[in-house]
């Protein structure tokens, strides 16, 4: 027996496993995402480079010499740095000096699904593929640098970035970060982690004065920052609008150079965001290497001619500016956009990056409730389906304020259904509420400001009409219900969870008619769906979700995919019930403090014992499993040890299904206030039909820590913790308690 066989061996004696039963875990670890650390090895040529350089170029490489690109010098044979957005994919060309769209032939993209609905994968090895695929696509459009993944904590639900962003918990966060940029930077390029940091909302972002407590900012704002570049490797982090702690975040000597470089050893270049500077020397001096912008020329940027001038009135020092420059050439070595002549050359908009993007979707779609079994669909006896809802037909690839994708391919629910049904099934569409904004102050019909839309929440009688005719005359309705990019964007928060376009009115009108409605929900963050939710039997919620997001939906629907999406956040009942609300700490004027401290997300809710809508962690599947009583590996642990909690769950259903496995922790009788549990660990896994999985998750005891502020240090506090395992926040009532010495 070799060795490798007799330990697996001797552990399922142990633990009173069968081996069969361990080699299928084997497969399912999920793999240790590690980036690539800058490389010194081309400091002999930087230097050689910068001896060659006038104080102009080296200023000219710190500033956007276009909206998306910094200055390169060519007779030195140093390139213009290519910037292109973002989190959907690669975002169309846009001409060089204003936000007007190039109009290029060359420049469609695969259009991904959105952060929220990859957290909702909870599958950390689709956020590498996901890196991987836009990566290929960067390099294919000759770019250097992805303005991407976007991973501020989901503070609010009225957030308009929400679905921009993963999560509202720190662990789920970074577990799905590193192996993002990892994938990215795979491909030859630098990933942009944005917005550093405390960049929570949208109100008043250009100036807002965020308060956070050194806490809190270490245990939920800043984790997955900290893993982007101590595990990821990051090349590039994007400084945020406002202010934290009175100081901009472009020019935060904290944040920038006590944290980000001397703690956390970044070598990379920090970029501001489109216009988020507001000095020259103390940006600089406070840890900002380059300065974009929106719309002015150029050089009236704080690092052009303004740098120009102080260097020449001694207030900083040409050595202090070259600083800036090796870095940014280290960077441009290490992604061989100099230096070599091997680099990922790319490909873009391919049926393999559009499968990538279908499989983030197909596992990113939350079952919410499936009284019944409505779902999936059985089609015996089904002659026709009325299909209704603006969202049927939406497109989400472009839309709002912010960074969208220009797209040959974006599958809409219900093409997904056309191209997913039998010709035999009759498709009824009606597009039951008209998507329309308000021109602010007149009641008139207008668009999308920058103030936040204004939405005509009222229902069209004649489309209303279509709607029930088709409802009545069909065997099922499924309504496409929720939000859309014009909605939830960038630039403005929600004013309410409320459903705009008078939505939810239809919807019970439709449920009236024909009992055997199905509501899907396209959304990026939660809407209130209470009322609704209680109307119909079956509950799909779906995202912004790429250019397959209509084919992945289709498939969840009618049982080719079963849904394993688990939600990101928590639905709260009532927004008063959020964190941010119920301490009434936002959106804030000039300042917000973030009073709910640490409880952020489920930690509040759970922690005070609010009920939510449906809770963080949580998605149903058209199976069924039951979880074994859990185990660890030993009761008493060190410090610098590995605690390994396995349980054997089995897919008790007649469909094979994925399941995620979540571990929380609590800390009993803590001197420190704590949450009443803390996501630790999970792992998402296969079992098929009438099949038991053994699933092994690891969590180093280090992860019980709590920022300590009096040591400035994370200490893990010794005595007795509470393991809780589960498949989600609500449901993990397997206890295991253990001891830490
Ligand atoms: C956004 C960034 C984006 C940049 C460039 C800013 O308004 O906050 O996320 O990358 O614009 O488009």
Known sequence: MNKAIYFAAAFAFLTNVPLKAQNQYKSNISKMYQGKEINNKFDKEIARLLVQMTLEEKIGMLHGNSMFTTGGVERLGIPELKMADGPLGVREEISRDSWAPAGLTND????????????????????????????????????????????????????????????????????????????????????????????????NRDFVDVQIDERTLREIYLPAFEAAVKEGKAYSIMGAYNKFRGEYLCENDYMLNKVL???????????????????????????????????????????????????????????????????????????????????????IATEAHYQDAYKIAAESVVLLKNDNNALPLNLNGIKSIAVIGNNATKKNALGGFGAGVKTKREVTPLEGLKNRLPS??????????????????????????????????????????????????SDIAIVFAGSNRDYETEASDRRSLKLPFAQEELI????????????????????????????????????????????????????????????????????????????????????????????????????????????????????????????????????????????S?????????????????????????????????????LAKAGKSELVTIKIPVKDLAFYNVDTKKWEVEKGKYILHVGNSSRNNNQQISINIH
């Open 108 to 203: 469609f993209a695969t259009y991904y699904p959105a952060a929220g609905a990859l957290a909702a994968t909870w599958n950390p090895n689709l956020a590498y593929t996901f890196g991987n695929s836009v990566g290929q696509e960067l390099r294919a459009r000759d770019k250097d640098m992805l303005l991407s993944p976007a991973i501020n904590i989901v503070r609010t639900p009225l957030g308009g970035r929400t679905y921009e962003y993963m999560t509202e918990d720190p662990f789920l966060n970074k577990k799905m970060t590193v192996p993002m940029v990892v994938g990215l930077q795979d491909n030859d390029v630098m990933a942009c982690v944005k917005h550093f940091a405390a960049n929570n909302q949208e109100t």
């Open 261 to 347: 470089r001397d703690e956390w050893g970044f070598k990379g270049v920090v970029v501001s965001d489109w216009a988020a500077v507001h000095t020259t020397v103390k940006s600089l001096k406070s840890g900002l290497d380059i300065e974009m912008g929106t719309p002015k020329p150029f050089n009236e940027f704080f690092l052009a001619d303004k740098l120009l001038a102080a260097v020449k009135a001694g207030e900083i020092s040409e050595k202090e500016i070259d600083l800036h420059v090796e870095r940014i050439l280290r960077t441009l070595f290490q992604v061989k956009a100099m230096g070599a002549n091997d680099r990922v050359k790319g490909s």
């Open 649 to 685: 769950i089995k897919n008790t259903g007649k469909l094979d299904g994925k399941e995620v496995v979540q571990v929380y922790a609590s800390k009993p009788d803590s001197k420190v206030s704590r949450a009443a549990q803390e996501l630790k660990g999970f792992q998402k896994v």
């Open 508 to 647: 019970k009108k439709v449920v009236e008619v024909n009992p055997k409605t199905i509501l899907v929900m396209v959304a990026g963050a939660p809407f209130d769906i209470k009322d609704i939710s209680t109307k119909t039997n079956a509950l799909v919620w779906s995202w912004f979700n790429g250019s397959e997001g209509g084919n992945a939906l289709a498939d969840v629907i009618l049982g080719n995919v079963n849904p394993s999406g688990k939600l990101p956040w928590t639905m709260p009942v009532d927004i008063k019930d959020s964190p941010a609300h119920a301490t009434n700490s936002f959106p804030g004027d000039k300042t917000v403090e973030y009073k709910e401290g640490i409880l952020v997300g489920y930690r509040w809710f759970d922690t005070k014992k609010v009920e939510p809508l449906y809770p963080f962690g949580y998605g149903l599947s058209y199976t069924t499993f039951s979880f074994e009583k859990p185990t660890t590996d030993k009761k008493v642990y060190q410090e610098n040890e590995m605690i390994s909690v396995s349980v």
């Open 424 to 473: 035999s099934v009759k498709i009824n569409y009606a597009e039951g509420y008209l998507e329309r904004y308000e021109e602010k102050n007149t009641g008139k019909l207008g668009d999308i400001t920058l103030n936040g839309p204004v939405t005509i929440d009222k229902l069209d009688d004649a489309k209303v009409q279509e709607a029930v005719e088709a409802a009545k005359n």
